[in-house]
Structure formats: C-alpha cells, structure tokens
C-alpha cells in the first residue's frame, strides 16, 4: 500500500515532536542517525545480501539514509532484509521507549506497495524475541515524521535488544530514511507511554466503521445460512401425543470450529509466571477446538528433548475428554532445516548427495514421518484434520530439491489420506489472507493456480485451505477483502478456515474491533468451518500479543466479542411448549449440538447430543 498515512498526521507529528521537551529528560537515548554512517550500532541482516544501504545527502541538506532491496534476491524472511541497530544500553520490563524517524520512498522509486516495518526486540537469554513494536508502514513519495511510543514487556540486563528496520522482502523497495532515534525513560521516571507523541499509524481498516453496509450484509446471511430449527414430538407410553409439554433447547457446543492453539508448556505448568489453573479454565470454556502451537511440528514430534510423545497424548485424551476438538499442525514444512521444518539431519545430507537415490530416500522419509504421525494420533481420537502442508509459497527447498513442488503436496495428501480416510486434509499459509501487498497478490495467484490443480489431479485428496491470518496494525485488509478471497477458494471445492488469527498491535480495541469483523466475515462465508487464533493470552503467546488476555488473564476488549460473539449470539437458546399434536417446533437456531429437556405433568428427560445442521431436525420422545 502507498501513502497509507494523512498529511495531517505529519502535522501532528510535527507538534507533538516538540512536546516532547516538557517530559522528564530520558535515562537513555540510542546515538541516532551518525552512528548509521560509523558503523557502530548498525548493519545489514543476512550479511547484506538481499539489501544494499548508503548515505546520501537529500535535496534538504539532510544526511539520510537509503535502503534497496537487491535485484534477483528472495530474502527468507523479513528480518532478513533490514537495517539491524544494537540497542547499547540496558532495557527492562515497563521502562517506556519513543522510536522517531522520517522516512519517504525514494524519489522515483515509489512501487504500488512501498513498505517499512519498524521492530523493536527484547533478545532475551530465552530467545522468546519478545516484539514491543511491530507494525507495517506504507511510505509516501514525500517525508514524513513517525512518532512510535511503547512499553518494553520484558528486561534485558544485557544489552541484546535490537531495533530493525525491515523493508519490505521479495519486493523492489527503495526507502530514505533519518532522524532516526530511540529515547527511553526508566520506569521511575513515570512517562506513560499514552503521553508521548504518537504518529502516524493509520489506526483502521476499510469496513470498520459502525454501520459498515458489508457487516449488515453478513450479519443476515448468517441468518441463513449458520441456522435451522427443530422439531420435538413428546408422546406418552402408548405412544400419544402430550401437549403443554414444557421444551427448552440448550447448545452445548457449535458445529463452526471457534479455538486456539494450546501450548504445551503453558498447560504442563512449564512457564514460571503462568497461573496454570486459569490457562486450563479458561481454554475450557472459551474453545471447542485446539491446534498444538509446536508439539506436533516434525522435529518435536519425533526428536525434541522437551516433548515426548507420551507428554502430547496425555493432553489429547485431556482435550478430547473435555468434547474439545483438535487439529494437527503441521505434517511437512517444506524447508530444510529450522524450527518445526523437515529436519536437517534428515534432508541436508540428501540434498547434498543429489542423486535419483537421495531423492527417493527423502520421499520415503517424509511419508514415512506422516505415516508414523498420523497414524499414531488416530489410534488416540486425534486428529479431525491436518495441515499437510504448512507455507509452501515460501518453503521451496523440498518440493525443488524432489523436481516437483506440485505434485510432491499430491503425494502428502494422499499418505495423509492413506494413514486416516477420515481426517481432513489442508494446505496452509499465511499472508495470502492477511496483508494488503504486492507479495500478498502474488500469493493468491500461486495459491488459486495450485488448488485448481490439486482438485484437477487429487480429487477429494485436498479438503481445504487454512488461512493463518497473523495481521499487523500498519496494513489491515478489510472484510470484504477476506471474504472475497474466502468465497473464492471455496467455489474451488474446498473449505476455508482461519487457522492462526493474531495481531500485533498496542491498540486493544482495534484489535477487538478486527476480531469481531474477522469473526463476523468468516463465519458469514458459506464453506467457510472454523476460527482459530494463534494463543490468547499475552503470557504464552509468540509475539506477546494476544486477543484475548493480558499476561496476568486481566481481560482485553476482545474477550467481550468473544463472549459476545461464539459464546453469546452464535450459541442459541430455545424454549416453548408443545402444541396440542406433542409438537414443538423451535425458531432458528445456530448449527451445533444441543440438550433437549422435556418436562410434561407425567414426567421429564433430558435427551442429550441432538444435532441441528440443516433444515428440520426431527426428536421424538417417548415418556
């Protein structure tokens, strides 16, 4: 996106920069822009190979700096193509930080989706990469002024946080920036972060707006096509009907998959500051479905030291005897190498050999490891589905490394079929659903050709597409954006679910605010089945950005659209009394499961997992 920001916001910043003179003088301020010319605290990630870097001065005099994009790379991923800046002083957790620069595309350079993404990172000894800032920001043709407050969530004694500048990987970008810096006031300074200049964020997305006519739109189909009703005929011993019956209709759980991804550590009792108890109780009640964050991924599954398979199984027949669903992710990540990926000690010396041999030796070991997965969760009621495969718009390197991408997902899907007829069978990805870019295009391009051809030559082998949607706050797509795309894979023939929903973002009612209308958009969309977010609460989550809880499960807005929402609106109610024909018919009621009770003046049952899908459905019961 281009010139996502107002020029009244640079304004803003212009004013609000200069506030900054009443606040209490900063503990620390990070040397600013000369330090970029010297070298000391700055360099490029990936040794510089995907982004170029020089000092220019700008038609103001101005020393600035310029980032390129090298033409011919393919970062792997973002961090790889950034300006990387050692914060030289220590950090710690509720210190508050001011992030400030000016920055532009480059004159004659402007691309449809000229991007910058800021990050500030607590490199903590535990590596969680804990990010206190984090958003995209579409750059104009001319400077302006960014003004970023922030909390540090966590302490770093030792002097290994970071500030990245990413610009924009598998794109041509070319970004000016300077008057860079970072000022940080401890926490006994007192600085609320809500005090300090903040600009320019665009703070939205299309369709927020209360009466959204997309919103209004979905809410009533919905109606139509998320609803059915029952009828209850009560007849008494001979088989007559008995009126006046009192009937009440209660769901127990909904047919559409509402969930989360549940850590292992986290419900074991393994992060030190978790109240464990809650974390369980609160998954419980809040989720009819579960994906393992990292237990399920092929290097923990079958080689990590801190999970066993006994430790995941034991948690499964947890989940299942709690009626939560669950989903497996992921069987193959295409890469070599990597967390959650196929292994290195397993494809790496292959690879190198590369020969006919090698090749079918890592086939063989790849169905082998879904064979052996697969296999072993069915015997354990596990799993409804899985995601076969996990971004293979990116992760090229098996699919190469075998001569054919395509039709190695083919051959994943049907082992996967082969070792459980009954489990679903998905594709997943990422920013295909959840960002407004160049790269997000040419994602869907890719993903329309590859399902075309995965329903031309599998049939049934591909059951649906996951949409993981991890969105930002700096580039949100609008409803209508994702329902298009929704609708589209599942004229395909398949269905489509949000696997992975989170944002990053220090505004909680935006976030809610993109939770309801994610919400309201996919559970509108005809072949659409299931919503699941990426971990909800802050303590446990891998961008310490959940929709749901802060670190301590003090609630966010989102947990009001939650309840309001999958456990509120979407999980219906009904009551009445049968007519003088022992009928009952309810009023249209949300697709799920439910208790029927029954309470005549010659007794009363309750009759239990009654399945409202579609149309009519028919309970006869005898008393």
Known sequence: MMAILLNTCVAMGLMALSEIATLPTPKYSMPSYAAITNNTYWKLDGDGKYLSRKVFQDEFGDEALQLVTLSGTVAPHTWYAALIGYIPFPTFKDDTGL???????????????????????????????????????????????????????????????????????????????????????????????????????????????????????????????????????????????????????????????????????????????????????????????????????????????????????????????????????????????????????????????????????????????????????????????????????????????????????????????????????????????????????????????LIKWLVAEGGDLLTGFGCESHVNDGLLPGPEAMLEWYNFISSLGVSIRVTEFDMVTKDVQLYADYLRDTLIAVYSSPGADGFLMWGFTDECHWLHSAPLFYNDFRPKPGLDVWFKLPLGEWMSLADGNTNSSGIWTSPPVHHGTYNVSVSCSSGSTTISNVSVLKNHTKVVVNL
């Not at 007559?240 to 549940?262: E, H």
């Not at 550590?265 to 393992?292: C, E, I, M, P």
């Not at 801190?306 to 992921?330: C, F, Q």
């Not at 996967?416 to 069978?425: H, L």
């Open 99 to 449: 992030l400030t620069f000016t920055a532009r595309a480059s004159l004659g350079n402007v691309t449809n989706s000229t991007l910058l993404t800021p990050v500030v990172q607590v490199d903590e000894a535990s590596q969680s990469y804990k990010k206190d800032v984090y958003m995209t920001l579409g750059m104009a043709p001319f400077y302006q002024n960014f003004s970023i407050p922030f909390q540090f969530a966590a302490s770093d004694p030792g002097r290994n946080s970071t500030i990245m500048l990413e610009a924009g990987y598998n794109l041509p970008q070319s970004v000016d920036i300077k008057h860079l810096q970072l000022q940080v006031w401890t926490k006994n300074q007192r600085v609320d972060p809500s005090s300090l200049p903040s600009c320019c964020n665009a703070g939205g997305y299309p369709g927020r707006e209360a009466n959204a006519t997309w919103r209004k739109e979905a809410l009533a189909r919905i109606d139509q096509i998320r609803r059915g009703s029952m009828d209850v005929t009560v007849l008494d011993q001979n088989g007559k009907p008995i009126s006046d019956c009192s009937i009440n209709a209660t769901m127990t759980q909904s047919n559409f998959r509402f969930g989360s991804a549940v850590n292992l550590g986290a419900w074991r009792g393994q992060h030190d500051s978790l109240n464990t108890t809650l974390y369980q109780q609160w998954f419980k009640k809040l989720f009819n479905t579960a994906v393992f964050e990292g237990a399920m991924k092929w290097d923990s599954w079958e080689r990590s030291a801190n999970t066993s398979h006994d430790e995941v199984l034991a948690l499964v027949k947890t989940l299942r005897a709690n009626n939560i669903r669950i989903r497996g992710h992921n069987l193959v990540w295409p890469s070599c190498g990597g967390s959650g990926k196929v292994p290195e000690d397993v494809c790496a010396p292959l690879i190198a050999e590369n020969t006919s041999e090698s090749r079918a030796a890592l086939e063989k070991a790849i169905e082998f490891h879904i064979h052996d997965e697969v296999t072993t969760l069915k015997e354990n009621d596990c799993c409804e589905e899985f995601d076969v495969v996990n971004e293979p718009y990116e992760n090229t390197a098996i699919g190469n490394f075998l001569g054919n991408g395509n039709a190695s997902i083919l051959k994943w899907l049907n082992a996967t079929a082969q070792a459980n007829p009954n489990a679903g069978r998905r594709v997943n990805d990422d920013r295909v659903c959840s960002a407004l870019s160049d790269i997000a295009l040419q994602e869907q391009n890719f993903y329309k050709e």
